[in-house]
């Protein structure tokens, strides 16, 4: 279920608040693209460490560690990393869609490009000229098919002939 910006405050200190405002649209379009690689390296380290947190509270409750620092529940730090885990998927989606609009704009210009050299090339066919051709060579008689060879005409009905002649007697 999405996290909505207030539930995002509660659950985050100001300075994570903060780092995780413009994460949220219109704030994340008008990012640069070093600004979005700046905020996913902070976003990805408090997300690790929002998970090693989660872990060692986790041990902490099953009794396999010493519990260490503030003794947060590992729900309310398991809601803490799905925050930054959001927040990863949103400027994500960020960077996918900037590098579409780069890829579109790349294969628009080529197309341009292209369209401009073939209008300015010369044509491929010439002119036909004053005087017409001699035009198309008739090509029905080569494709007719020529039937059997005169000469085996009958030559299986005078087999079937011969092999029934033996069979009788």
Do not use: C, Y
């Not at 041990?59 to 729900?75: N, P």
């Not at 927040?87 to 960020?94: D, F, G, H, T, W």
């Amino acid at each position: 279920m999405a996290i909505t910006r207030k539930e995002e405050r509660r659950l985050l200190s100001h300075d994570e608040a903060t780092m995780l405002a413009p994460t949220h649209h219109p704030e994340l379009a008008q990012l640069s693209p070093e600004d979005l690689r700046n905020l996913v390296e902070r976003l990805r380290a408090q997300q690790r460490r929002a998970r090693d947190l989660v872990r060692e509270a986790t041990r902490a409750r099953r009794g396999k560690a010493e519990a260490r620092g503030a003794s947060t529940s590992a729900e309310r730090l398991s809601e803490k990393k799905q925050v930054f885990a959001a927040a990863l998927r949103r400027v994500n989606a960020q960077f996918a869609r900037a590098e579409d609009a780069r890829r579109h704009a790349r294969a628009a210009e080529g197309l341009r490009r292209a369209l401009e050299r073939r209008r300015a090339a010369r044509p491929h066919h010439p002119q036909p000229g004053r005087h017409a051709g001699t035009g198309m060579r008739d090509t029905s008689k080569d494709r007719a098919h020529p039937g059997p060879d005169p000469r085996a005409i009958g030559s299986i009905s005078q087999a079937t002939r011969d092999n029934q002649a033996r069979r009788d007697g």
